[in-house]
């Protein structure tokens, strides 16, 4: 009987993978799990290699399927959706992302927290890892913080790269859980959420169960970080008029996209003068104009792949 699984989303990131599934070989647990990859890239397979040889070799059950349709939902709805069928008896499902590493103790922390707090969804902290050193003002930025609370109930949680979401909380949703049409934008894992918080689901926080996020060299860049605080203002319009209820509801969605312009000058300001960092301060602007972006349809794509690997 399993009591847990453990989803991985993977899109051509093998030797990171190879690194996560050995953090959840790592896991001291009395628990009974398994483990779930779905492989995102159609054509190159190189997770269900990877994750072949690890169930192989480390006698952890589990399986490994290919999503052939592209985009960030489309894998982890086909994720959650295998580890609810192929995995009955599992209370709770969680997710870790193919460049992150779990501490031991990750799993039974989660488990627990979830179990006497009675939480439909729990989260943890996200600590990261540079490829290459960074200045303090990189190491530092928005973008790269993670929730800093204590173990407790919370709002809510907004990412999927350290979650447990329990099997009733899917029950509740119809599929696909996670709205395609944030496939290549982002932002699924926030609207999920939002959804779940509307319905009344309770979310929890776990300090202890820590997960490392091993950030690529390619996104520790001034021009990357400014893509992506433009990218996380227009995901935050998006959910907001999503979730607006009636004309009323709508217009005070776009009067939040203006008063915001006015508010991120000042915010910008004082994170200025705070860390003395202009790359930090830009990050309220962006957002804002990210708000902007979003409202006249002018949406980006990062996760669409433009250049697909060779059969």
């Known amino acids: 009987m399993v009591e847990a699984v453990i989803c991985i989303p993977s899109f051509r990131r093998p030797e990171g993978l190879r690194r996560t599934l050995a953090s959840l070989a790592g896991q001291r647990t009395s628990l009974s799990f398994a483990v779930l990859v779905i492989d995102n890239d159609a054509a190159g397979r190189e997770a269900l290699a990877v994750a072949s040889d690890f169930f192989r070799e480390s006698g952890i059950p589990g399986h490994c399927a290919v999503e052939e349709k592209q985009g960030n939902c489309h894998a982890i709805n086909a994720a959650f959706a295998g580890a609810m069928d192929r995995f009955p008896d599992a209370g709770f499902l969680l997710m870790i992302d193919d460049d992150e590493t779990a501490a031991p103790g990750w799993l039974e922390a989660m488990v627990a927290t979830a179990r006497r707090l009675d939480a439909d969804i729990a989260g943890g902290p996200v600590d ?15 973008l790269f913080r993670s929730i800093e609370a204590p173990t407790g109930p919370i709002t809510a949680i907004h990412g999927t790269g350290n979650c447990l979401i329990r099997r009733r909380v899917f029950e509740a949703f119809g599929r696909p859980y996670f709205d395609p049409a944030f496939n290549f934008l982002g932002g699924g ?12 689901f309770r979310f929890a926080w776990c300090a202890e169960a820590e997960i490392v996020e091993h950030v690529a060299t390619d996104r520790l860049t001034p021009g990357w970080l400014m893509r992506r605080s433009v990218r996380t203002g227009t995901i935050n319009y998006l959910i907001d008029r999503r979730h607006a209820s009636g004309p009323g509801g709508r217009l005070r969605v776009e009067a939040k996209n203006v008063a915001s312009l006015g508010l991120s000058l000042w915010r910008a300001a004082k994170v200025l003068a705070r860390t003395g960092s202009p790359l930090q301060a830009s990050h309220p ?7 902007i972006m979003g409202s006249l349809g002018m949406i980006q794509a990062p996760y669409k792949d433009t250049a697909p690997a060779a059969p």
């Not at 894992?189 to 009344?200: S, Y």
């Not at 602007?285 to 708000?291: D, Q």
């Open 189 to 200: 894992d926030m609207d999920f959420f939002t959804r779940c918080r509307r319905r009344g």
């Open 128 to 142: 990261r890892v540079f490829d290459h050193p960074v200045d303090a003002a990189m190491a530092t930025h928005q």
């Open 285 to 291: 602007i962006l957002l804002s104009w990210g708000r």
